[in-house]
Nanobody, 121 residues
Framework: QVQLVESGGGLVQAGDSLRLSCAAS????????MGWFRQAPGKERDFVSH????????YYAEAVKCRFTISRDNAKNTVYLQMNSLKPEDTAVYYC??????????????WGQGTQVTVSS
């Protein structure tokens, strides 16, 4: 079992930055990937970014490339999502997720409770 706790959401203006954190506890995540998804009101949950823990390889959705950066801190078992140049369309609940890396992708088995990010225009 892996427990995930997000923090760092809030209300900002367009163009501002925020950093989200996700602390993992429980089993080791060294063979896992950890990532971020988001869900805007009335929409489906969408992939944002993930990082493979052992290799630090990173993946991003097109909508956030060049604006968001995912990183990890091994010592703290924590993943970060640095979000720059925020836009109103980035407004959503952001969820941290973790799971094993499979041959054809990542199976995100574990989810955090979510943190609200609101970007005003």
């Amino acid at each position: 079992q892996v427990q995930l706790v997000e923090s760092g959401g809030g209300l900002v203006q367009a163009g501002d930055s925020l950093r989200l954190s996700c602390a993992a506890s429980g089993r080791t995540v060294s063979s896992y990937a950890m990532g971020w998804f988001r869900q805007a009101p009335g929409k489906e949950r969408d992939f944002v970014s993930h990082i493979r823990w052992s290799s630090a390889s990173t993946y991003y959705a097109e909508a956030v490339k060049c604006r968001f950066t995912i990183s990890r801190d091994n010592a703290k078992n924590t993943v970060y999502l640095q979000m720059n140049s925020l836009k109103p369309e980035d407004t959503a609940v952001y969820y941290c997720a973790a799971g094993p890396i499979l041959r054809d992708g990542v199976r995100f088995d574990y989810w955090g409770q979510g943190t609200q990010v609101t970007v005003s225009s």
